[in-house]
T-cell receptor
Framework: NAGVTQTPKFQVLKTGQSMTLQCAQD?????MSWYRQDPGMGLRLIHY???????DQGEVPNGYNVSRSTTEDFPLRLLSAAPSQTSVYFC?????????????FGSGTRLTVV | EDQVTQSPEALRLQEGESSSLNCSYT??????LFWYRQDPGKGPEFLFT???AGEEKEKERLKATLTKKESFLHITAPKPEDSATYLC??????????FGAGTQVVVTP
């Protein structure tokens, strides 16, 4: 039972580089989301999806892209990395009919942009 | 816009010293208030969901309560293993949640 798997766990990027943070879940959850966590600011929603082919913006979407071609995968793309994107990124999922149970979170990706 | 505010930001307790954390919220219509625990270097772990004022949930030394404007997480006779950051969140719509900044709890022996 893998749950939500995020890769990589750590990444250092140079300003202007692009990369994709991977997120996969094996629980057949409809809902998936990406959050970033910064000290003193809690978790802020970047993008979310309520099903394959459906995505929407959260609170801080600028500089990030997502797509959801399958139920299992929800990659987050950084188009041109900036130091302000240094953060810890969490992917999370939940089942539509069990949303009372909240999210299952991955273990996070710690990203540093230099 | 929905807002979630947690207090205090940090709490230091002696083992056995009970206390409460606060989560106040402003939402147009509550669709669920959620509590999570987060250990350093890990993702948040779900604890409780509360849906209506007056509702209470318990798990070991933790008890969550809900009123119309706030929720409390009571920690009774805490142990060092209860040290963590506790996050609350409200659900804005299906699949979309807003989180507070969290309360960092340290329990010393």
């Amino acid at each position: 039972n893998a749950g939500v798997t995020q890769t990589p766990k750590f990444q250092v990027l140079k300003t202007g580089q692009s990369m994709t943070l991977q997120c996969a879940q094996d629980m057949n959850h409809e809902y998936m989301s990406w959050y970033r966590q910064d000290p003193g600011m809690g978790l802020r929603l970047i993008h979310y999806s309520v099903g394959a082919g459906i995505t929407d913006q959260g609170e801080v979407p600028n500089g990030y892209n997502v797509s959801r071609s399958t139920t299992e995968d929800f990659p987050l793309r950084l188009l041109s990395a900036a130091p302000s994107q240094t953060s810890v990124y969490f992917c999370a999922s939940s089942a539509r009919d069990k949303s009372l149970y909240g999210y299952t979170f991955g273990s996070g990706t710690r990203l540093t942009v230099v | 816009e929905d807002q979630v505010t947690q207090s205090p930001e940090a709490l230091r307790l002696q083992e056995g010293e009970s206390s409460s954390l606060n989560c106040s919220y402003t939402v147009s219509g509550l669709r669920g208030l959620f509590w999570y625990r987060q250990d350093p270097g890990k993702g948040p772990e779900f604890l409780f969901t509360l849906y209506s004022a007056g509702e209470e949930k318990e798990k070991e030394r933790l008890k969550a309560t809900l009123t119309k404007k706030e929720s409390f997480l009571h920690i009774t006779a805490p142990k060092p293993e209860d040290s963590a950051t506790y996050l609350c969140a409200v659900r804005e719509s299906w699949g979309k949640f807003q989180f507070g900044a969290g309360t960092q709890v340290v329990v010393t022996p």
